[in-house]
């Protein structure tokens, strides 16, 4: 099975810019889940989605919105940029049944805010 | 609330030497507790986990992972090092009593490099 996608990889941006990033799930894997990682603040949930809704949220400003389609594929949003922003952002899927515990992730989207 | 502790910000050792990674964490209720690995430019990759059973669990890569309750911790372990496991590794914990939530807590992250 081909493993999580997202696109773009890198992606440079300007302060008060906004950014959509993209993230294909395993095939059959129904729930994504995005999470941020930077060097001070490690790795930090955003969200997860599944059946199109959004079942969990952490703790970020309402700046950083998402999204899943009706083919489990997810989009995340940010708007406002913020030089803060910079950051690796990384999708994890994972099936709602049978091995659902396991998150797989993606290679990632590195965000450049300028 | 959850929280993992990756006391070593940097594991050293020898290539065929056995290497730990070590990990606590602290629930409210009993842990689901995961290893992730990540290379340079690259997503997390999952090596092992523990859900419930053998307090031993083995994983991806020669890698196993002791579960120690009354220690709360989670250590990584391989009998024999090799350069390549020379990464960044991830302890992760999720509370199995909050079936509403399953974000991932993630430990700060530990450097292991393995030198030849």
């Known amino acids: 099975k081909a493993g999580v996608t997202q696109t773009p990889r890198y992606l440079i941006k300007t302060r008060g810019q906004q950014v959509t990033l993209s993230c294909s799930p395993i095939s059959g894997h129904r729930s994504v889940s995005w999470y941020q990682q930077t060097p001070g603040q490690g790795l930090q949930f955003l969200f997860e989605y599944f059946s199109e809704t959004q079942r969990n949220k952490g703790n970020f400003p309402g700046r950083f919105s998402g999204r899943q389609f009706s083919n489990s594929r997810s989009e995340m949003n940010v708007s406002t940029l913020e030089l803060g922003d910079s950051a690796l952002y990384l999708c994890?899927?994972?099936?709602?049944?049978?091995?659902?515990?396991?998150?797989?992730f993606g290679p990632g989207t590195r965000l450049l805010v300028l | 609330a959850q929280s993992v502790a990756q006391p070593e910000d940097q594991v050293n050792v020898a290539e065929g030497n056995p290497l730990t990674v070590k990990c606590t964490y602290s629930?409210?209720?009993?842990?689901?507790l995961f290893w992730y690995v990540q290379y340079p430019n690259r997503g997390l990759q999952f090596l092992l986990k523990y859900i419930t059973g053998d307090n031993l669990v083995k994983g991806s890569y020669g890698f196993e992972a002791e579960f120690n309750k009354s220690q709360t911790s989670f250590h990584l372990k391989k009998p024999s090092a090799l350069v390549s496991d020379s990464a960044l590794y991830f302890c992760?914990?999720?509370?199995?009593?909050?079936?509403?939530?399953?974000?991932?807590?993630f430990g700060s992250g530990t450097r292991l490099q393995v030198q030849p």
């Open positions: 629930v409210s209720g009993n842990p689901y």
């Open positions: 994890a899927s994972r099936p709602i049944q049978g091995e659902q515990e396991t998150q797989y």
């Open positions: 992760a914990v999720r509370d199995y009593m909050d079936m509403g939530r399953r974000a991932l807590t």
